[in-house]
């Protein structure tokens, strides 16, 4: 079956530190993984394709088949950047699958 | 201003009623969604259409019915088989082209009493 786990509810990092959400996925076929944002009061939109492997907004994410991972980094957190981050999995039978998200606070 | 709309924002309704909500989008994507999203459960998938007069069940379908007769509409039953209906519901839709990149409605917040 297919699942996405992000771990962490809840992220508070100070502005220009470092991130990293966290997201771990289980799929027996070849996955497509997707990070998407959700800014106050916006909808929500894709920031970026593990496909097409660049960067949005500073933010890159690698897929990692061995750890069955697609941690979601930033090497200088922005005040801009608080808002709810969901990973999500596409199937083959393009059906998506999101985890629970992950709420950023850039402290200023 | 195109982009994919649902309504209403806010829908109230008594136990025991069946109710629609409302997706269109006219950004001529094939695919449409939807989502049901609780606190602390993130989204969870109900049914999706590829294709018009096509679709499928997602996790969560049971106590939900879906229509797609026209492609740039998907509206959402929640009939009273559905057990705990109050919730966000989402819809999105999407190009059925490689970037399978979603596009998201504002969301209908539903309330059964």
């Known amino acids: 079956a297919q699942r996405v786990t992000q771990p962490e509810k809840l992220l508070s990092v100070f502005k220009g530190a470092p991130v990293e959400l966290k997201c771990n996925y289980s799929?027996?076929?070849?996955?497509?993984l997707f990070w998407y944002v959700q800014y106050s009061r916006q909808r929500l939109q894709l920031l970026l394709r593990?496909?097409s492997r660049e960067s949005i907004k500073g933010f890159t994410a690698d897929l990692n088949k061995g750890e069955t991972s697609f941690h979601l980094k930033k090497p200088f957190a922005q005040e801009e950047d608080s808002a709810m981050y969901y990973c999500?999995?596409?199937?083959?039978?393009?059906?998506?699958?999101f985890g629970t998200g992950t709420s950023l606070t850039v402290i200023p | 201003d195109g982009g994919i709309t649902q309504s209403p924002k806010y829908l109230f309704r008594k136990e025991g009623q069946n109710v629609t909500l409302s997706c269109e989008q006219n950004?001529?994507?094939?695919?449409m969604y939807w989502y049901r999203q609780d606190p602390g459960q993130g989204l969870r998938l109900i049914y999706y259409?590829?294709?018009?007069?096509?679709?499928q069940k997602g996790d969560i379908a049971e106590g939900y019915s879906v229509s797609r007769e026209k492609k740039e509409s998907f509206p959402l039953t929640v009939t009273s088989a559905q057990k705990n209906p109050t919730a966000f519901y989402l819809c999105?839709?999407?190009?059925?082209?490689?970037?399978?990149?979603?596009?998201f409605g504002p969301g209908t917040r539903l309330t059964v009493t």
């Open positions: 999105a839709s999407s190009p059925w082209d490689n970037t399978y990149e979603q596009y």
């Open positions: 799929y027996s076929g070849s996955p497509e």
């Open positions: 593990h496909i």
């Open positions: 999500a999995l596409r199937n083959t039978g393009n059906q998506f699958y």
């Open positions: 950004l001529n994507h094939d695919a």
């Open positions: 259409s590829q294709i018009v007069n096509d679709f």
